[in-house]
């Protein structure tokens, strides 16, 4: 599979963003989702993780990054094989380029920040600046 990323851009300090992750050669349906970001000078690191959509509904969770929680939400369309990245409220530490990642066999747990060996596939990145 491989994915897309889009929807970066330059946004003020309290202003929105919304991510695409989109697939082609595949859907994402058996696939956990991770973002990750990483900022300049810095190493990727992840932020949030989803289990595959047709998991058992008591296999894995939804993880965020208690420095995103409760500003960004991950949501998924499978008939387009697209994962969006809700980003509300952003910060100036939120700047760096974002990433998704997909994984057959990877498993969110729901309390456990997402590792970038973890993940199999991966999108280009897409930039975000939050700057007044």
């Known amino acids: 599979v491989q994915l897309v990323e889009s929807g970066g851009g330059l946004v003020q300090p309290g202003g929105s963003l919304t991510l695409s992750c989109a697939a082609s050669?595949?859907?994402?349906?058996?696939?956990?989702i991770g973002w990750f970001r990483q900022a300049a000078g810095k190493e990727r690191e992840g932020f949030l993780c989803?289990?595959?959509?047709?998991?058992?509904?008591?296999?894995?969770?939804?993880y965020y990054a208690d420095s995103v929680k409760g500003r960004f939400t991950i949501s998924r369309d499978n008939a387009k094989s697209t994962v969006t990245l809700q980003m509300n409220n952003l910060k100036p530490e939120d700047t760096g380029i974002y990433y998704c990642?997909?994984?057959?066999?990877?498993?969110?747990?729901?309390?456990?920040?997402?590792?970038?060996?973890?993940?199999?596939?991966w999108g280009q990145g897409t930039r975000v600046t939050v700057s007044s």
């Open positions: 989803t289990k595959p959509s047709d998991a058992l509904p008591h296999y894995g969770g939804t």
């Open positions: 990642a997909a994984d057959l066999i990877y498993y969110c747990s729901g309390d456990q920040r997402p590792k970038t060996p973890e993940f199999e596939y």
């Open positions: 050669g595949g859907t994402l349906d058996s696939y956990a």
